[in-house]
């Protein structure tokens, strides 16, 4: 099957893409004391001189002072975060890419296996990380507040830095998905609530505080996810109907696109049909979608941390996908981690040399 259609250009307010690839955001834990440095810098430039249409970046933390359990994950404030960030944008402008921050509070969290904690304990809806593990503090109204505004002022730093566009980290049982699930979310005032139609206030009110400080042009995406780390079958929204209840008070409040996290894409979401957690999104959204999920490789990506390794596979079903109009964007994680010239093979049909993906990917950046 033709994979033309991946090769087509997106264009959406601030986004001007040249084709439909998205980089996948990868934590990658290469930025001492949150400072990206210019290997990371690197890193970011060779995936758009291969021909990828958005580059997102790894998860980089908002002004709180327990946003991270890493010492070397990325910040998204301070003036040498900050710094190195524009070294990031600016080279990757200069090698033609277009790229966003994925701007990020981790919420409640084990500790990290390092040892190292932040100052302050972690933070969260309501102290859980998952059913019966606390590890944290109930934020108060202050600290929801507080952190509402270092939401928007990470997405005005991003576009003053000349980011192309932003996307907020709602998924994966971190600090936003941590109030969307009501194993975690147990408050009792105006941020919790028995439906998950109620449990968005918290999301609702980042994206409104996001759209305020980087005005109506400027591209917001936000990434979710149905299951849990602790639980991969798990779904957040059980229906059609709740899914609506879900999305669509985050689109009212100005989101642009929905980046739709599953482990496998061609699994369906719903008995109803087959579409995908993105089809659907977009079915009841209209919004544009992104998905993701073992994209190119024969296993996904939890399973690379017990080992195991992926071989590269055909395109066939996500270009199906595609062409039928399920989604408009297409994330590649491990593909572009292992490969900065992924993009530029699949396109010229250099199907031959694709490389897998074992887990020592993990442990650098590839630059070649």
Known sequence: ???????????????????????????????????PTDEVAAYYQKRA??????????????????????????????????????RVIDEVHTAGGKMGPQIWHMGIMDNHQS?????????GPSGLN???FSNGTTMTTKD????????????????????????????????????????TNLRTDSYGGKTLADRTRFAVEVIKEIRKQVGEDFAIIIRLSQFKPSDYNFKLAKTPQEMEAWLSPLVDAGVDILHCSQRRFWE???????????GWAKKITGKPTITVGSVGLSSDFFGAFA??????????????????GDFDLVAVGRPLLSDPNWVTKIKSGKMDQLVGFSKEALGELVLV
């Open 49 to 86: 001189e291969g021909e990828v249409g958005l580059l997102l970046s790894e998860g980089t933390v908002i002004n709180r002072p327990s946003s991270s359990n890493d010492a070397n994950v990325p910040h998204f404030y301070g003036d040498q975060a900050l710094i190195g960030w524009k």
């Open 1 to 35: 099957m033709s994979t033309n259609s991946l090769f087509t250009p997106f264009n959406l307010k601030t986004l001007n893409l040249k084709n439909r690839i998205v980089m996948a955001p990868m934590t990658r834990s290469f930025s001492p004391n949150g400072v």
């Open 268 to 278: 369906p979401e719903f008995e109803e049909n087959d579409l995908n957690f993105a």
């Open 307 to 324: 080992g195991e390794s992926s071989q590269p596979t055909s395109l066939d079903e996500l270009t199906r996908r595609l062409d039928r």
């Open 144 to 183: 929801i507040e507080n952190t509402i505004l270092a939401f928007g002022q990470a997405a005005a730093d991003a576009k003053r830095l000349g980011f192309d566009c932003i996307e907020i980290h709602g998924a994966h049982d971190y600090l936003i998905d941590q109030f969307f699930w009501e194993a």
């Open 115 to 123: 040892g190292w904690i932040p100052p302050v304990p972690f933070e």
């Open 130 to 132: 998952r059913p019966g």
